[in-house]
């Protein structure tokens, strides 16, 4: 089954519904049954063409725009049918024995309307389909215009004007001279842009000398195994390339060749950009391991091949970090000016902002650079420049501007179509937004993207996005953006959401109003309003008249202008997080004759309540009112009998009668203020589907075993978040009898007094976030002991046991780590050999008095042991500090980095805390004195 695409529009679903107009639930007219057969049919025959168009590359006109009209098509058939099939689901539910004949005649007047719709569009599917024909479009084969490889001035020229290159290099290198006789991969991962190539060819060319046979090759995403294999071949032994030539050589005999001329000499490989795990495989086959210390580096942008690269030899990952703000000024300082200090004061701020967008992605800065370097260097110029950098506006009437966009190109290029829908869809996002995961997967499913034959679709939206991190085109970052603790948001790089902007608009996807003026659509599907510049007037017009096909309507902050809110029949997603006092009550009082609505999150000030028909919203998976003003919902909520997910905010009274009829809920967020506590968890325990619960009020209201048992219950036990106070998760996980088997996310808001033993048995725990007052080698080895933890969090309020040290039998698999400490003696954690090999981002925050006189502590932390840690932040708490001593803390920090053997790569932040409350030594001598007294006065 096919969902809604990016260059296939809804053909997939309109088919699938026009299937379901035929079956037995539907009666209709005999020649409207004919037509509609015929629909569905000339429909099967055009979807596998248009499949096939929408995944080539190098469309012509003729192509694109036939694809083009078979996508608008498809959406305009599905409006039609899915008002048609609303008319008659009304027509046909629930009929009186007195209504019988009113319905009879209102049906077959529907009916017939519905036969005058149906030849329309089939006069139309049968135009596109003589065109198709006409146009020899079957047999279609796109002109392609072979582009220069910017990669080959990186693979094959020697590399001049390099910023942070050594330190890498020099890591690189460490890395394949350890000695060992067996084969080595060292594999360098990272997206598009980054550098993997220049890196690679630097090591290649550093330690070449010291092998005897050496060779570099590109794998093309299509792999052309005999084409490098020939590659290899000429560089390891030219007389035998010759003959092969000569003689025609097939792969087998080229294999057998190589392998021969391998077996007895130490080599050297560059294997370039490998875009599959099995193309790895056969490409890996044709290299013997001699024991001769051999090595090969493969780069790869994504992480599954890089681990097939390296897993089956003796290898290692190197993972590519963008440049750090310091090396990204020296390298675009370097481009334009020829060197890396500083360039003229008046374009200080304004570079500032442009190497911001260029997020440390080399590529992007050499290119951005070059294009200025050619301009006249004045403020207005290169801001001319900055404002068009995550606007959707193309490069390529710069030459310098075409290698990025070729590189970035490759990656979007080399996914599946789904993927391909997926990754253009955060367009719709304003620059340098952090898009919470879950909002983006929801909107996912709620626009139709996700497909599936059997499974979850939200299970099939989390594989669409992991994908889509292993791929290197979505950023994970962790903030404490909301003050709620580290979550888990995405992100698009600036170039990248440049370049998707750009396929937005070739596909009609998404129409993307950001203040840049440009021609818009005749219909419009999808709006992103980002800007209240004076140009989006315009656009509010158009946006009007396309109302009826619009699908989904995003406003975001900086917006004062918004298109009346009636008539959008299409509209499938709905989120107001524009000005938080703009909205009110009336813009939404027309909202529940958006029938097709299954995603409505509201996060607006001035909207106080909800219309009572919110409850005609059948189709609603999503209400999200977690950000809004919103305190009491209508009693027509609860006829949302296909609502999934609710989220209200922690104000909102919720009755407990609305649960009993909305047994499709998998998730409620946040049960904080209820009107009768008892019931409410008794209705809670019908719901069978529910998995994610966030309960931060009721424990005040019960007696906690009453809570413990009802949380055991709900969701047939098979809760898989939990989000409440940590004097329930005291008492719940007090000992080991207390199982949550399916619990992968626990979240306890307050302090706890120790990790509770019961807690050794969440074995499926995957996400952890606790505050204990006393945290010692006990509560260390419980929390080592969760074998699947990815993330966690700790607070920690007292550690009378010192500096625990974190060795290497637990903690496998974490990926994250934040931990803060509020003890005031110590800095609280070390890290041995072989701790947490998985960890790549690391958060610290500690107290800098009296930390400062810790020294060989904080110089010993064993930073340099956490082989994978790519991203560090340190808060220095400076409360009551003295600046002395805060930067002696911030000094050892940063020498603790130094020893760590990628510290080149490695992101580091330091940021104090409570700056203000810094004192000086005086005030410092003063406090010690006041308290030196008040001891004496104790001890009297």
């Not at 001279?177 to 993997?196: D, N, P, Q, R, T």
């Not at 000024?329 to 374009?347: A, E, G, M, T, V």
């Not at 608009?505 to 003026?517: H, I, K, P, R």
């Not at 933890?789 to 990926?815: I, P």
Request: with cysteine.
């Amino acid at each position: 089954m096919a969902g809604v695409g990016a260059g296939t529009g809804a053909l997939g679903p309109v088919i699938l519904k026009l299937a379901i107009l035929l079956g037995d639930e539907y009666t209709m007219l005999n020649r409207v049954r004919k037509d509609i057969a015929f629909l569905e049919r000339e429909l099967r025959r055009m979807q596998i063409l248009v499949n096939v168009l929408a995944d080539m590359e190098g469309l012509d006109k003729v192509a694109m725009d036939w694809k083009g009209s078979m996508r608008d098509l498809s959406y305009d058939m599905e409006e039609c049918i899915d008002r048609f099939m609303l008319r008659l689901d009304n027509d046909e539910a629930k009929p009186s024995f007195a209504k019988r004949t009113a319905r009879h005649l209102k049906t077959l007047f529907t009916r017939h309307g519905i036969g005058t719709q149906i030849k329309e569009l089939k006069a139309r599917v049968t135009e596109e389909s003589e065109r198709r024909q006409r146009l020899n479009l079957d047999n279609y084969v796109p002109t392609t215009n072979e582009a220069i490889d910017p990669r080959l001035a990186a693979f094959h020229g020697v590399a001049k004007g390099l910023v942070a290159m050594d330190g890498r290099r020099d890591h690189v290198v460490s890395l394949l001279m350890e000695e060992s006789v067996e084969l080595k991969v060292v594999a360098i991962v990272g997206g598009g842009g980054l550098g993997k190539t220049t890196l690679a060819m630097e090591a290649y060319r550093e330690i070449g000398g010291e092998f005897q046979c050496q060779a570099h090759v590109t794998v093309s995403r299509t792999l052309n195994l005999k084409k490098l294999l020939k590659d290899v071949l000429s560089q390891i032994d030219a007389d035998a390339y010759s003959k092969c030539q000569s003689e025609r050589w097939e792969k087998d005999q080229l294999i057998r060749r190589i392998q021969q001329i391998l077996t007895e000499k130490r080599y050297l490989l560059v294997i370039d950009d490998i875009w599959k795990e099995q193309d790895w495989k056969i490409i890996a086959a044709v290299f013997p391991n001699n024991y001769d210390g051999s090595r090969i580096i493969a780069t790869t942008r994504i992480a599954n091949v890089a681990k097939s690269c390296y897993s089956n030899s003796r290898g290692q990952l190197y993972q590519m970090q963008p440049l750090n703000d310091v090396d990204s000024r020296r390298l675009f300082f370097k481009r334009i000016f020829n060197y890396d200090n500083s360039c003229h004061p008046q374009l200080e701020e304004v570079s500032s902002r442009i190497l911001k967008k260029c997020g440390g992605l080399p590529l992007a800065i050499i290119t951005i650079a070059s294009l200025l370097a050619n301009k006249p260097q004045n403020p207005n110029e290169w801001e001319r420049l900055q404002d068009s950098i995550g606007t959707g506006l193309s490069y390529e009437s710069d030459d310098e501007g075409k290698g990025m966009t070729h590189i970035l190109l490759l990656s979007y290029w080399d996914l599946p179509h789904h993927l391909k829908t997926c990754l253009l869809y955060l367009c719709i996002y304003p620059e340098d937004w952090y898009i919470r995961c879950e909002e983006l997967k929801l909107k996912w499913i709620s626009e139709g993207f996700i497909a599936t034959i059997r499974g979850n679709l939200y299970q099939e939206a989390e594989s669409y996005f992991n994908e889509l991190v292993n791929r290197s085109m979505i950023q994970l970052v962790y903030d404490d953006l909301h003050g709620y603790g580290f979550q888990q948001y995405c992100q698009v790089h600036d170039m990248v959401l440049d370049l998707i902007i750009s396929l937005s608009d070739e596909e009609n996807f998404a129409t993307v109003l950001n203040g840049v003026c440009s021609s818009l659509p005749s219909k419009i599907h999808r709006i992103s309003l980002q800007s209240s510049r004076n140009e989006q007037q315009g656009a509010l017009q158009a946006i009007t008249r396309s109302k009826r096909h619009v699908r989904s309507l995003n406003v975001f902050e900086e917006t004062k202008h918004m298109p009346p809110l009636e008539d959008f029949q299409s509209l499938r997603v709905l989120d107001i997080c524009g000005d938080y006092w703009l909205w009110e009550n009336k813009h939404i009082r027309n909202i529940g004759s958006f029938y097709q609505l299954r995603y409505l999150r509201i996060k607006s000030g001035g909207i106080t309540k909800l219309p009572e028909d919110i409850g005609k919203l059948q189709n609603l998976e999503t209400l999200d009112l977690r950000d809004s003003r919103i305190i009491e919902l209508p009693s027509t909520t609860a006829r949302l009998q296909n609502l999934v997910h609710l989220f209200v905010c922690n104000d909102c009274v919720l009755s407990a009668d609305m649960f009993g009829s909305m047994r499709a809920l998998e998730e409620v967020s946040d049960i904080c203020k209820v009107d009768n506590p008892e019931k409410i968890l008794e209705e809670l325990g019908h719901l069978t589907k529910l998995r994610k619960i966030t309960m931060t009020g009721l424990w005040t209201e019960f007696h906690q075993e009453k809570l413990r048992s009802s949380l055991k219950g709900l969701g047939n036990g098979s809760l898989q978040y939990i989000y409440t106070f940590g004097e329930i998760g005291e008492y719940m996980f007090r000992d080991p009898c207390c199982t949550f088997p399916h619990l992968q996310n626990l979240k306890l808001e307050g302090r706890m007094k120790s990790v509770p033993k019961g807690m050794t048995y969440l074995t499926n725990i995957l996400q952890l976030d606790i505050a204990v007052r006393l945290f010692d080698e006990e509560g260390l080895h419980i929390l080592m002991g969760m074998p699947s933890l990815l993330n966690l969090q700790l607070e920690v309020w007292d550690q009378s046991a010192g500096v625990l040290t974190v060795g290497s039998n637990g903690f496998k698999l974490l990926e994250l780590f934040h931990y803060t400490i509020r003890a005031p003696k110590t800095m609280g954690i070390k890290f041995a050999a072989d701790a947490m090999p998985a960890l790549r981002w690391l958060y610290l925050c500690w107290r800098a008095y009296p930390v400062a006189f810790w020294n060989s502590d904080v110089a010993d932390m064993g930073f340099e042991h956490l082989s994978s840690l790519a991203d560090l932040r340190v808060e220095i708490d400076c409360y009551h500090a003295t600046l002395d001593e805060v930067e002696i803390v911030e000094g050892f920090v940063e020498k603790a980095i130094a020893l760590h053997p990628n510290h080149h790569n490695l992101q580091l932040r330091l940021r104090r805390v409570c700056e203000d409350l810094i004192i000086t030594n005086e005030e410092r001598e003063k406090k010690e004195e006041e308290e030196r007294r008040r001891r004496e006065g104790d001890g009297l």
